[in-house]
């Protein structure tokens, strides 16, 4: 069995290499970090959105708002 | 399509000028939204709140969308395309919602100000929204500068597809 293969990978098997040039390449770490850090934001926006959108009445947000 | 480069310099520099001064103007604003925040005088309040709505509209709004339709321009026109490379994909998600956020809040603001409300109000989300747009702004920077490697599926196809034609071109024969 080659031992070079990375875990998950089934270039050990027949045919197996040829599998993984055909696949495409998996994400960096930092793209899934940012990927979930950006959506968490999201959800915090438009929590925040909905919240003062509620609280106000449907509108206001700037200072001189009530 | 790809551009000539005397056209993607000029690109370029429209896209680095509207987003940096698109980061200066959010910059700025941080100091007027803490007086807004803090000032207990409403005439004071009232100004400021005025001060945001004009530098927003007449500042941050055009150069946020200039930003992002340059941006489009750039990526379109060069060889990083728009979804071959994570960190493109990364900054038109960080622009669309940096634009749609600011957006969201000047109409906000305009509604409060068309209501002519007198006082101001504590604990308003303007220092944090701020504060966030230019947390965002900075991380597009980053990722502008360093551009991180990773390709997405799509241009991972694409590449290996190059590559394909270039090799049955070198294969053939010639004639």
Redesign the interface.
Same mark, same amino acid.
């Given at each position: 069995m080659n031992m070079h293969t990375r875990p998950g990978s089934n270039s050990h098997h027949a045919g197996g290499a040829k599998k993984d040039a055909k696949r495409a390449p998996r994400p960096p770490l930092w793209v899934i970090l940012c990927g979930v850090a950006f959506l968490a934001l999201l959800v915090v926006f438009v929590v925040i959105v909905a919240t003062h959108s509620a609280g106000s009445g449907g509108h206001g947000l700037g200072f001189t708002g009530v | 399509m790809t551009m000539g480069p005397r056209l993607r310099k000029l690109t370029l520099t429209a896209h680095t000028s509207c987003s940096a001064g698109w980061l200066g103007g959010v910059a700025a604003l941080v100091p007027l939204?803490v007086v807004?925040?803090t000032g207990r005088q409403?005439q004071v309040?009232?100004t400021? =709140?005025l001060g945001? =709505?004009r530098i927003g509209w007449f500042v941050l709004v055009p150069l946020s969308l200039a930003s992002l339709l340059t941006g489009l321009v750039l990526s379109l026109g060069t060889e990083w395309g728009l979804f071959r490379h994570?960190w493109v994909v990364?900054k038109l998600?960080?622009n669309l919602?940096g634009a749609g956020?600011l957006l969201?809040?000047m109409l906000?603001?305009d #509604?409060?100000?068309g209501?002519?409300?007198?006082?101001?109000?504590g604990g =308003?989300?303007?220092i944090p929204r701020f504060a966030?747009a230019l947390a965002l702004l900075l991380?597009a920077v980053v990722l502008s500068v360093y551009k991180?490697?990773?390709? #997405?599926?799509y241009g991972?196809?694409k590449l290996r597809r190059r590559r394909m034609v270039a090799m049955r071109q070198a294969r053939a024969p010639v004639r």
């Open positions: - | 939204a807004g925040m409403p309040v009232r400021v =709140d945001l =709505d994570y990364a998600a960080l919602f956020a969201e809040y906000q603001l #509604t409060s100000l209501r002519l409300a007198p006082m101001a109000r =308003d989300m303007g966030g991380v991180p490697r990773g390709v #997405t599926p991972w196809w």
